[in-house]
């Protein structure tokens, strides 16, 4: 009978840097603002909505690229989609407004798995993403965690008895975190 451990409940932001990647483009100048990229929740929020705009207008331009391809398939195939996309996109925008209330009020108005262990953690991701090319990437960043942690503070989550409560750098390697989760599951 195999032995069956218990997997720790991980929260996992994805990221594509490593310790000390801060100095790998640096041209030994110093940085703007002394090195501080502290920014404003908001600064999260605007990028966010900012994503969501462009992803739906790169949807709506590929679907009106392909429409005359679609509408061979299906005459009807073309503005089932284009209604999908539009209702998607005004969900989208449901949710960010939400979100943007459970921040501002400090109140969890969406559970967990709609919010901070949901598609915040992708919003976070595209975000970084979309400021990159503009080289807001580590201000959008610093904000989206300060929204990440205001929304899992507003939860006042305990940790109980019995529990054990792991903070783990993100930029170990994934053998090493894989090492940590199970000792951690051991105990």
Request: proline letters at 6%; charged letters at 15%; glycine letters at 8%.
């Given at each position: 009978m195999a032995e069956t451990t218990n997997r720790p409940e991980l929260i996992h932001l994805e990221v594509d840097r490593r310790l000390g990647h801060e100095?790998?483009?640096?041209?030994?100048?110093?940085?703007?603002n002394g090195g501080?990229?502290?920014?404003?929740?908001?600064l999260f929020?605007?990028?966010?909505?900012?994503?969501?705009?462009?992803?739906?207008?790169?949807?709506?331009?590929?679907?009106?690229?392909?429409?005359?391809?679609?509408?061979?398939?299906?005459?009807?195939?073309?503005?089932?989609?284009?209604w999908s996309l539009g209702g998607?996109?005004?969900?989208?925008?449901?949710?960010w407004a939400v979100?943007?209330?459970?921040?501002?009020?400090r109140v969890a108005l969406l559970p967990e798995?709609?919010?901070?262990?949901?598609p915040l953690l992708f919003f976070m991701r595209q975000t970084s993403r979309l400021a990159d090319r503009f080289g807001w990437r580590d201000r959008v960043e610093n904000a989206s965690v300060k929204v990440y942690d205001a929304l899992a503070l507003g939860r006042k989550r305990k940790v109980g008895a019995g529990e054990l409560l792991v903070l783990i750098p993100r930029?170990?390697?994934?053998?090493?975190?894989?090492?940590?989760l199970a000792v951690a599951g051991r105990y």
């Open positions: 100095w790998d483009e640096w041209d030994g100048q110093p940085l703007p501080n990229f502290d920014a404003p929740a908001r929020f605007l990028w966010s909505v900012a994503w969501i705009v462009a992803a739906t207008a790169v949807g709506s331009a590929l679907l009106f690229l392909l429409a005359p391809r679609l509408g061979g398939i299906s005459a009807q195939l073309p503005g089932v989609l284009a998607f996109a005004a969900l989208l925008l449901v949710w979100l943007f209330l459970s921040y501002s009020t798995r709609l919010a901070e262990r949901g930029c170990l390697a994934k053998d090493v975190l894989e090492g940590v």
